[in-house]
Every structure is written in C-alpha cells, then in structure tokens.
C-alpha cells in the first residue's frame, strides 16, 4: 500500500459507475483506494486485479438499496493481492459456478463456455491449491446440464486446441458475464446472491494468497450510508 489511510472530509455514498472524487460519490474499489491511502481509483494496487473486477461488477449490478450493504467489505480487500495467475481463473470458475444454476440460457451457455475453459487451464496450471472449485462447478453444471451439454459440444466443434488467450482477459470476461447472469436472473433474491458471491470469494482469495496481516487504521468505522432511491445502474466500467 501506498501511504497511510486518512480521515476522510466526508463519507462517499456506494454508487454504480467512476466519480472523480469522494463528494461525487464512490464505488467500492474507489472507496478501497481512499481508505488505503491510494491515489482516488477504481483500480487501485491494493486489491488483485480479478477481485477489484469482480467488486466493481457486484457494486454496478447491485440495487440502489442494497448497495450500502458492500460497504463493511471493502476494508477485506485492502492488501489482498497475488501474482499467481491462477487467482484470476478460480475467481472466473466461482463466479460462474454461482451463475450457472439461476442465469437466462443465453447466458447460461457464454458462463458455461467460460468456466470449462477456465477450469480446464486451471487444472494444467496445477490447480486451486487449498480451495475446492471443482466440487461447486460440478454441482452448478448438475443444475444446469443443458448448458453444460451445449458448452462441451461447442468447445469440441470450434475449440481444436486451447487458443492462446489473455488469461486476465478470459477471466475478467467470464466473471462479467456471470455477474450480469446472476443480477438479470429470475429469482427474488439477486442483491443477496452477489453479495453472497464477493463476500465467499474475499474469503477464497484469503485462504488461496494468506497474505500478511496488515494493520489498517481508519479512524473512523465504515458505515454503511443511506443511498438515494433513484440512480441509474450502469455496467462495470473500464
């Protein structure tokens, strides 16, 4: 981390998309790079580069009122980095393993794609480590055996050999594409399951890296503050 945490003037209010300061708002990795000292981004160094993604999709697609719920997570993220590529395909894998049993089919079949892909490099780069991703996956595409049947014939007509990808790519793409299944799906509880999905992958990406520990001192506790009612959702940004 760069610096040390400072008090802020204000407390920035969660909303979707970039602000270019704290009083115009802020979104959660915006909100992590002030607490940690950081130059004002939403792509901050403190965070690996797949979570930060992953947090800024959970904090675009997430309603207006539940979004003040993602505030007491941001300080989890603060120094939780990893240069091991690996780290960008679990949280791809997750994320679709959580998508898969509730996204419509047309996204069903792009996460399911994007999962298999990404587990099957992860699996040629030694695996997961501590974590079990293969035990979520299985049951997600046990819910799902439609697009799973669809994702496996397409790869095998059109995927010959493993294409030479951008990994960080590939990943961010699927993690994208799953949240957007995840938020847009019929079910009455979507707030809930992103929330479910960045808390439970802050905890893989703990248990996968065991940083050490960092004492991060904010000399005030984050609450979670009242959002307006009417804000526009935008998707992810760049």
């Known amino acids: 981390m760069n610096g040390s945490p400072v008090q802020p003037d204000i407390l920035p209010v969660l909303s979707p998309g970039k602000h270019r300061n704290p009083r115009k708002g802020a979104c959660f990795m915006e909100f992590a790079s002030f607490l940690a000292g950081e130059r004002w981004s939403d792509h901050p160094a403190c965070t690996h580069a797949g979570l930060a993604h992953l947090a800024r999709m959970v904090n675009d697609c997430t309603s207006d009122a539940a979004r003040s719920r993602l505030a007491p997570l941001i300080p989890s993220v603060i120094g939780l980095t990893s240069d091991d590529p690996r780290l960008d395909l679990i949280i791809a894998v997750r994320a679709a393993s959580a998508a898969l049993p509730i996204a419509a089919e047309e996204r069903q079949r792009a996460v399911a794609v994007g999962a298999i892909v990404s587990a099957g490099r992860l699996e040629r780069m030694g695996g997961a480590g501590p974590l079990d991703v293969e035990g ?25 050999r493993e294409p030479r990808m951008d990994s960080v790519r ?39 890296t065991r940083p050490k520990t960092q004492d991060i001192t904010v000399s005030q506790p984050v609450q979670a503050p009242e959002v307006p009612a009417e804000q526009p959702r935008v998707s992810a940004h760049a």
């Open 136 to 160: 979520p996956l299985r049951a997600a595409f046990a819910a799902a055996p439609a697009a799973e049947r669809w994702a496996r014939t397409f790869i095998s007509a059109y995927v010959v």
């Open 170 to 208: 590939h990943s961010h793409s699927v993690i994208a594409a799953a949240v957007d299944g995840i938020a847009s799906a019929c079910v009455r509880d979507p707030d809930d399951r992103l929330y479910e999905l960045l808390s439970s992958t802050i905890d893989d990406c703990i248990a996968f």
